[in-house]
């Protein structure tokens, strides 16, 4: 994705259901554990650049011992530097007892993150909040083992101000702005009373399905309880991935597949997905469950799961990434008149590569029905001719290059503008100017800041007579509220280019009208019945939202024709199956709160309010 947006967390989890002299017996090492759970996170590290954290849970600790840990870190190196904290204390501790790798029970005891149960996650903070205050997992503590709760995730909740009325807590500072703040507390609150009524078996099941009722959003969160209890839980309409691998010497659960059959060196049936409203519960005596929590509705899976978010290493987000770019073809065939021959084909970022072979499938098999149209047709083709004819090829280049040591280190908007056009190093050289066609695929396009004022004025300097950007997904004109950071309506170019054309056709007062919708559902407690905002784009065709936009890409200073060409929703729904959450595009949200969300934007752009709608 061309343009840089916040979006949804990692999660690792994994639960040692052996004593850690087996593992020393069998593998030689009983830092086996936490030797997954590193592969496990860094295998997800493009979900979460600005913090990381672990917590260990042990088992069968004496009273006054501590048997709980966690360890947070923020920034970009925060996974390596989270596990060489570990082996600094390692280290430390070799020092004194050179043999203590060789007694797990003295490792247990001495060194903190040496436990049966364990929490990574991977955090990719939302509205600037990327303090360490705000990284996963949270702690709530209390002197009662069972009364101990540590809690990671990857979700939003959207009724947060709701949970904490009904609860009846006021809390101040990160807790009160954190999505987890809210749901630890709510969890927290049922599983007290849970301990209250039966301290010596807690009813895991039961405290998940009391407290998630309450919680309207997409997630995906794990907990481990200082009794040595555990748990992961998927959201009812699956918004949120999670898949899981369970043998009879471990549990483990992540937000990606692949990383999953990495660590653990197991094929793709091993794995398991976490059914939607399902929970994974591991009991302290390592009673294994896989239960329904709340009622599944309808499957809504993220479908940016499949464009941009997960790692293009699992085989059927590669097949349907694949997909996304073959669907293009037939219209980008469309755009180009068939030219194909003056036309070149790269893609932008390196995200966009998978789709990218797609569209290319596409139009091969285009240009092979050609071919063999005209040998038809032509029984007696010279040799020659036949032979430039099979010579013909989709012309590839690769146009760009990003340059990863690059940073934009002037905050002066004019000087930043002019810095961001070097991020890409181009190859000279590539296109014939003045005839050639130059189209580029990108996964998705948000803002379109980065297209107009780096990506497309550097491909003008390539000289071409047309430039054609094509998105791998639909335009994107609804902000998400379940775990991405795209909650800011004015920032889509989407819906910028439906207020120009409001403008531009004489309706700008609908805009107004619009807003007096909203305000009166508000007054009337109804905010959340109906996504007023679809009333922006419903006068214009998907061409005619296209057309506006290219305009707007186009910098003044671009000599070249632009155009925009978009998946289409049929296309998406096409390439991705089973993965068909398209509120970003539709404004067809899952929960009420997603309506609530988008209204809630669209009052905040037109009070010039620049805060996220939930």
């Avoid at 189209?439 to 497309?456: F, H, K, N, P, Y």
Wanted: aromatic share 8%; hydrophobic share 35%; net charge neutral.
């Amino acid at each position: 994705m061309s343009d840089a947006i916040r979006h949804e967390c990692g999660l690792a989890y994994i639960r040692l259901l052996k004593p850690l002299s087996y593992y020393l017996r069998k593998y030689g090492t009983a830092f086996y554990g936490l030797n997954k759970l590193y592969l496990l996170m860094e295998k997800q590290h493009n979900r979460g650049q600005d913090g990381a954290g672990i917590a260990t849970v042990k088992l069968n600790i004496e009273p006054g011992h501590q048997f709980m840990h966690r360890l947070r870190v923020s920034g970009p190196q925060a996974i390596s530097q989270i596990f060489q904290n570990i082996n600094t204390e390692v280290s430390e501790m070799e020092k004194m007892y050179p043999e203590i790798l060789q007694h797990p029970g003295l490792m247990k005891g001495y060194m903190r993150f040496i436990g049966e149960v364990m929490l990574g996650h991977l955090r990719y903070g939302t509205q600037g909040k990327n303090n360490i205050e705000f990284c996963h997992p949270f702690i709530k503590s209390n002197i009662n083992p069972t009364r101990n709760l540590a809690m990671a995730g990857n979700f939003n909740l959207v009724n947060t101000d709701e949970l904490f009325d009904m609860l009846n807590e006021h809390p101040n500072g990160t807790l009160r702005e954190s999505d987890l703040g809210a749901m630890i507390e709510t969890i927290h609150y049922y599983l007290c009373l849970a301990d209250d009524t039966d301290p010596a078996s807690l009813n895991i099941e039961g405290i998940l399905k009391q407290a998630t009722t309450h919680f309207d959003g997409g997630f995906v969160f794990s907990g481990l309880i200082g009794n040595g209890d555990s748990f992961v839980m998927r959201d009812a309409n699956g918004i949120r991935p999670c898949y899981y691998y369970a043998d009879d010497e471990i549990v483990v659960a992540a937000s990606e597949r692949a990383a999953i059959m990495t660590t653990m060196n197991v094929t793709q049936p091993e794995i398991r997905k976490l059914a939607p409203g399902h929970a994974i519960i591991v009991t302290a005596d390592g009673e294994f469950s896989d239960v329904e929590i709340l009622p599944a509705k309808k499957l809504t899976a993220c479908s940016f799961e499949r464009i941009y978010f997960s790692r293009g290493s699992d085989p059927d987000i590669y097949r349907e990434r694949m997909e996304l770019g073959r669907n293009l073809a037939g219209t980008v065939l469309k755009a180009l008149n068939n030219d194909l021959k003056n036309t070149i084909v790269s893609f932008i970022p390196n995200t966009a590569e998978i789709a990218f072979y797609g569209l290319i499938k596409g139009l091969e098999d285009y240009l092979k029905e050609i071919k063999l149209q005209r040998i038809l047709s032509r029984r007696d083709m010279p040799e020659e001719d036949m032979r430039e004819l099979m010579a013909r090829r989709v012309r590839i280049e690769k146009i760009a290059i990003k340059d990863a040591k690059l940073r934009t280190f002037i905050t002066e908007d004019s000087s930043r503008n002019e810095m961001v056009q070097h991020v890409y190093d181009i190859t000279y050289g590539t296109v014939q100017r003045g005839v050639d066609t130059l189209v580029v695929i990108d996964d998705s396009i948000v803002r379109g800041t980065t297209l107009r004022e780096s990506i497309i004025k550097m491909l003008n300097r390539l000289g071409p007579k047309r430039i054609v950007v094509v998105s791998s997904a639909p335009q994107i004109r609804y902000p998400d509220c379940y775990g991405i950071d795209m909650s800011r309506l004015g920032d889509f170019i989407a819906f910028q280019a439906a207020v120009g054309l409001l403008a531009d056709t004489g309706q700008a007062g609908k805009l107004k009208d619009i807003y007096d919708q909203c305000k009166e559902a508000g007054q009337q407690g109804k905010l959340h019945e109906q996504n007023f905002v679809k009333g922006v784009y419903q006068p214009f065709t998907v061409e005619e939202i296209s057309k506006k936009i290219a305009a707007m890409l186009r910098h003044q200073e671009v000599t070249a024709e632009v155009d925009v060409i978009y998946q289409s929703i049929e296309g998406l729904h096409n390439a991705c199956t089973h993965n068909q959450g398209d509120w970003y595009f539709t404004g067809n949200y899952p929960t009420p709160g997603g309506n609530r969300v988008a209204n809630r934007a669209f009052m905040n752009y037109m009070e010039k309010q620049e805060k996220r709608g939930y």
